[in-house]
């Protein structure tokens, strides 16, 4: 059964005026994302926005560095309360497991997920510009698999890799998808796109979509058409 609160919804702005504007236009939305632009801008601040409103939070700052500076920056996460962080699964096996240790052994029901790949990429920059011979969506479903086996709660994936992925990790193995357009949208620099509804049936549990909604000059009418889109 579909939840509104399966769409995450980016504060992808650069100061605190326009992230309150956002969270004021659009109180239906009950998952924001927050990423490296905002998180810059305003720090912790904007978990406290965010709490203030019973808000849950998606912290994707894409965690990619040693292991024991990502397990600092998982616990840290975690102590704010925030809902998902993300680490980049390439940061290798001794990184995803000390992420994995580092909430485990607090109290925390933060989640940890693991970026596969950016959906920006597709298979001929995966080849030529990072050297990975491998296939796109075997790559995704090696990251994947990885992360599940070392402790991690999910992936981020393309909604293209994504029923594969659910088909061999299971039902409880969270999969957040950006990549997610509705049809009448510009696709702009997302490369492995899927529609929102197609998504939620090929096994996501979480879409993330940003400016159809944000950009939109109506942001409720935008909302509104999304779930529309999805329950028809």
């Not at 980049?88 to 994995?100: L, T």
């Not at 990072?130 to 990251?143: N, R």
């Not at 899927?194 to 909604?213: C, F, N, S, T, W």
Request: aromatic share 6%.
């Amino acid at each position: 059964m579909f939840s509104t609160n399966q769409i995450i919804v980016p504060l992808d702005v650069s100061d605190k005026k326009a992230v309150v504007n956002l969270l004021d236009k659009l109180p239906q939305v009950s998952f924001w994302k927050v990423g490296l632009e905002a998180f810059v801008a305003l720090g912790p601040e904007i978990f406290s926005l965010l709490k203030d409103r019973q808000k849950k939070i998606f912290l994707d700052l894409k965690f990619h560095d040693i292991p024991n500076t990502i397990a600092g920056a998982c616990k840290s996460a975690s102590n704010h309360g925030v809902d998902l962080i993300t680490i980049h699964a390439a940061a290798g096996q001794k990184a995803m497991e000390a992420a994995a240790k580092a909430i485990a052994s607090s109290s925390s029901t933060t989640k940890i997920l693991a970026v596969t790949l950016l959906t920006s990429l597709n298979s001929k920059e995966l080849n030529c510009d990072l050297k990975i011979s491998v296939e796109l969506e075997q790559y995704a479903l090696h990251m994947a698999l990885l992360a599940q086996k070392l402790g991690i709660d999910g992936a981020v994936c393309s909604p293209h890799e994504v029923s594969q992925i659910r088909q061999l990790c299971g039902e409880n193995f969270i999969l957040v998808c950006p990549g997610v357009r509705p049809s009448w949208s510009q696709v702009k620099d997302q490369k492995r796109i899927m529609q929102p509804k197609q998504a939620l049936e090929a096994g996501a549990d979480y879409l993330v979509i940003g400016r159809p909604i944000t950009m939109a000059d109506n942001p409720i009418e935008a909302w509104n058409r999304i779930i529309n889109d999805i329950t028809i």
